[in-house]
């Protein structure tokens, strides 16, 4: 037996809708699995992390900067798209074509595309959660004049 | 909760047979020395009523009351105010309040006070201003009585959408009473109705896990398929079963993120990342039920030399500092249905340590409204600091655990330390995996904390914990004299729902919409000219090939210094300079053909002197390549006085000359052979048009390979001599 690992990528809307799917171990194919089909893109996940502290770090993803990859980055990032990056395990011996229906999941991370860079090759594509540090605040609204008037003075 | 709440510390009775200390006495708390204003001052209620500014956070109350316990003491802004009189002068105020975010419980009767009295009447209502009156100030002058000081500036109607909103009239204050301008006090027994976790029923909450659950879809607006939601519930069910609950009004703005990560440790619980998604767990082992687990642990896993990889086992100690003995002060509010709340202590300690500190207090006075909560909280505070002795960090090879184990999760972890001469010491400990983290190579690394079991497999802080009970004593504000109440304070009646919409003020802003961002066009490249000199084009003069740089073609750099300036020029080749040549002009000879090529450029350098200040620019000339295969040449290579000038030429009777001339203005060419005779018809005058101008001239000669042919050149006429300049001949 060999261990592999496999890596798998999705692009998805608050609402559920999908606009990628990309896979990293077969390459020049598109693969079927989960009823869906995966397209290759080499790219690259630094690993992924789970924990009981916040603040965790954002997850990032390296890619090579074709058309399709930044063009998809970019609507992803001006939407808030969210991400999900799932590895599985398997026995390479066992087939090494397409994904096996007995491959495991070992863990899949669900993040908000909510930054990235790029030069001329490559593109970094940063997961993560969309609490700003800073900006995000509670309670959540203030007093305006539309809500309350011009307000009184005691 | 206000600044002049009395504070009376109260020991925690323990239980004795654990390791706390027992005070059964109530300690006299100390009081402030009260100032003139508090003399003044009979209760904390009794303040003049506040209006709400805008731009302040429109605040969100958040509490439960049950089981005697919880809820809130809401002294609310006044966003409108009325003021009227009756013909004998009494005074009656209303005030439109703003009590929170979301629709909160109706609030009885009995619940409504300005000052500590129960008076007045109310109407309640959300997501519009409640009440039917008109704000503004409608005192009139009546006879024989002197005016009342009532404020004018009353406010206008809002709209104030999803807002819970109540209308408050004051009853009739009778002439010379200020009483109209108190401010108003609510008893809030269900705070914002959401979904609860615990029962996924639409109501008032008092579980944090609920707060969090609102403000990260509310405040943060994090998709909901980020937040974990099977954690949330879990969470809220542990906080079900262990009786930690939240009474809170969030009236100060505050950064979300770190007002969670700030609270959840005083319930118990911690905030985790699982797989990007959000969510809360207990800090202490729990039970399938939810709660605190107090029998032995079975850990998860089992880790051993076979998954531990060699040399990522890392074990960090808890400093001594860290683990002396203390004493945790938890400040926590007995909160009353009529007046504000009791601020109190609990002090949690182990048995005959830290008899007179170091304290370590932790206010929760803001939230907990239990004793039980503040001796639990107060008592994993002190546990985990005393129990807990290292952490531990390790990498292991991917094998079942990569897909069994969570965060939170206990695992063992066994290793054995064996020495030649001491013998064996395992290393075996039970750890709560706080971290994993997997890579691309497989591995998996785990970050946990040391988790005390007893001899039973008990979690020792667990233990501890669930060994804290409160002393149970409930206080009174002890408030006496003769009462003001007018309503009942057993009255449940809720009165109906009166409000009105809002008045549109043309504040708003029409929605904007984004523009599509095409794509870029236009634009040019544009040089200011101000690097280091513009750079020039030179012209090569090859009249066999035009345009060619060849042997023998002359490299022409056109002028480029501005009228004024003086205009020298140095040339180079291969960035070597080539000394000798001032000139425009740069003729290809051999030592510019070499293998490889070679690049001839040349610099213009223009000076000019103004105010006893010299100026020097730069203009370069774009270099010119000369390639290996240029041809080949015999320089004739003067210097300013040599008159004769040899070399060989064969190309089919024709001689073809390039030369250049600085200033002479006529040079004469003729032709000699071996023996130096003069060669009939060699003789060409060639006159220069212009200082520095080069020819490439044919002359038609009749000769044979073997004839060496001089030209002679000479200024006018052949026999002179020449003008001292540089002039050179190159044959081809």
Redesign the interface.
Known sequence: MA?A?SQYLRLFD?AGVTYQRWQSYYPGSNVTYDGASWFYVPF?????????????AN?SIEATATALVVAAFEQAITA?Q?C?VA?Y?FDSDAGNDAPQATQ?????????VVGGGADLTGISIQ?G??????G??????????????????? | MTSNSFRIAVGVQLNRQRYYAAQAQIQAGKIATPNKKQAAVQSPLDV?????????????VFCRYRNNAGGVLLSPG????RFTNSSVNAVTAYYHL?LS?GQISSIQEKDVFQRYCRVGSYNQSYNRRAGSWS?GNAIVQRAGYTLPEC?R???????????STLSFQSPAYPDGSDLW?RQVHLFVRGGINITRLFDNTVGPSDNFADLVNW??S?????????IDTSSMQSAAVFLEKTGLTCNVI??Q?????E???KLAPYFLL?????????GL?P?LPVTSLGEINTSAITPEYLFTENEILPGSFAVDYVSYTERQPFVVQVIWRQQLTDDVGIVRTAEVRYTGTAANGPYEQHDLSAFCTKELHAVRVGAYILAKRYHSSHTLQFRAR?QQH??VI???DIVRVKLARQTSTAGRLDHDYLYQ????????A?EVSY?CSHFPVDSQGRSLIALDVMAATPSGTLLTSNRTGLSCDVNSSSSNTIPSDVGQS??D?G??IDGLTPGQEGAASGGETKDDGLDTGSTVTATINNSRNAGVPQAGAVIEAPSACPVGTTESMKWYRNDAEVVGIVGRYYVIGTADIQAGGSTIRGIWYCTSTSGGVTTTTQTPVEPVFVPANAGSITDWMPSPRVLYYEGYYARNGAAYISFKSIIVPTVRVEGYDASRNFVAGTQQGFANPSPGQAWSELWPLTDTPSVVVTLVVATPYYGASPAAETIEWIRV
């Open positions: 261990r690992q608050a690259t996940c630094n690993g992924i992390s789970a924990g009981v502290v916040s603040g965790e997850i808030g969210l999900t590895f395990e495991t999941l070992l863990a899949a991370v669900t993040g908000q997961l959660s969309a609490l700003a540090p800073v995000a605040q509670v309670p959540p609204r203030t007093a305006t004049t539309a809500l309350i008037g011009v307000g009184c003075k005691l | 003049p009523q506040r209006a709400m500014e805008i731009g302040a956070p429109i605040p969100i006044a966003t409108e105010a703003v975010e704000p404020p500036n009353c406010g206008t109607v809002g709209f104030y959408t999803g807002m301008n403000i990260w509310n405040s943060s607006r994090v998709p909901s398929l980020l969030i009236s703005a505050q950064n979300v993120a007002m969670i990560t911690s905030e985790s990342n699982n797989n990007g998604k959000k767990r800090v991917p990569t897909k969570q965060p939170g995996v706080e971290r994993i983290s997997r890579t691309l497989g970050e809002g008045t003020l504040v708003g």
